[in-house]
């Protein structure tokens, strides 16, 4: 087992710190463990206080996270040897020594806590009257929808596939939206840069700008690829007995979190299961993006979407399989100012 899996579940036996209950205390336990027991500093152990940090009530902010880290590296009441939680083998793990690159870790989906607000909670048509603005007709509105998502002419990187795909000025894309599937969620900075094996490309995370958005995607697959049941399979079928559809439990779970974060601009199909809701993080800090994230994916969100050059549906274009990528809630108030 590498060492971040034998952190990772080392700390989802660590109780959370809740507020009112000790929470200083089992925070402070676990940067201990992190900086002492695994010899991390401050920097390696940062990842996995982020992901202890989502079970906490309330989140910690990112400067007491790290005042906690730094106070745990320091104290002088230590009883054991450094990296005492890394083996017999070893003695001391200094500060500045080398470890395998830590990821950005994720929380395991809450299964019992997605159904308890599923089985509770509203539908598609709900979404849809609760809509600030609500498109009647059977037309595309991609145009109009992107156009208040990303006022002015930014450059915009749209796709027709994963490998066919340009990045140009909104205004070239005039016209051209309501017959396509994919846009990058964040405005670029360059027709082209360079992706991670050095290649130049119009799709790359170096030409991508400051997130804006975070979209959030749920899919609850009742069976894999191979026609296997997943870890879905019990929540779907129970759902459909008692006339619950997928659109519907994505629903209950995007209002779910959008009474964490109100900025929810824009919800639309993606043409096969799921939904993809567009939340408004411009202004946040990294910290509280990264916690409003792993929130959702606790609750089942596709963690692919962190990556903000990550391709997502158009609201109101079109699926390669022809199906309307249908924009079910759309709040203009919500979008990026010019």
């Excluded at 001391?92 to 299964?111: I, N």
Aim: with cysteine; glycine share 6%.
């Amino acid at each position: 087992m590498i060492l971040s899996e034998r952190i990772t579940k080392y700390l989802d036996l660590c109780e959370p710190a809740i507020a009112g209950q000790r929470g200083h205390d089992r925070t402070f336990a676990v940067a201990a463990k992190l900086t002492w027991g695994f010899g991390l500093n401050v920097e390696q152990a940062y990842p996995f206080m982020l992901a202890f940090n989502t079970r906490c009530q309330p989140w910690w902010t990112e400067r007491d996270l790290r005042r906690k880290l730094e106070q745990a590296l320091t104290h002088h009441g230590h009883t054991k040897r450094r990296g005492y939680l890394l083996g017999e083998e070893v003695n001391y793990l200094p500060t500045a020594a080398p470890l395998p690159k830590l990821e950005l870790l994720w929380p395991q989906p809450d299964v019992a806590t997605i159904d308890r607000i599923v089985s509770t909670g509203l539908t598609v048509s709900d979404l849809w009257e609760l809509g600030p603005l609500r498109f009647e007709d059977n037309d595309s509105h991609a145009e109009e929808i992107i156009d208040l998502l990303f006022p002015d002419d930014p450059l915009l990187c749209v796709g027709k596939s994963s490998h066919e795909f340009a990045t140009r000025h909104r205004e070239v894309w005039r016209n051209k939206l309501a017959n396509l599937p994919f846009i990058v969620p964040a405005p670029m900075l360059a027709i082209k840069g360079r992706t991670q094996h050095g290649r130049e490309s119009e799709h790359t995370k170096e030409a991508t700008g400051r997130r804006v958005y975070q979209v959030i995607e749920f899919d609850f697959s009742e069976f894999d690829k191979n026609g296997r049941a997943t870890i879905w399979t019990p929540n779907v079928r129970k759902w459909r007995s008692h006339g619950i559809e997928i659109g519907d439990a994505c629903v209950s779970l995007i209002l779910h979190l959008r009474n964490q974060l109100k900025h929810l601009a824009c919800v639309c199909y993606s043409g096969g299961r799921s939904l993809h809701a567009w939340f408004r993080v411009q202004g946040l800090t990294p910290v509280a993006r990264r916690q409003f994230m792993q929130q959702a994916v606790l609750l089942g969100a596709d963690k692919a979407t962190w990556n903000r050059c990550q391709f997502v549906r158009i609201p109101d274009g079109m699926r390669d399989n022809g199906v309307r990528q249908t924009c079910y809630y759309f709040a203009p108030g919500e979008a990026v100012k010019p």
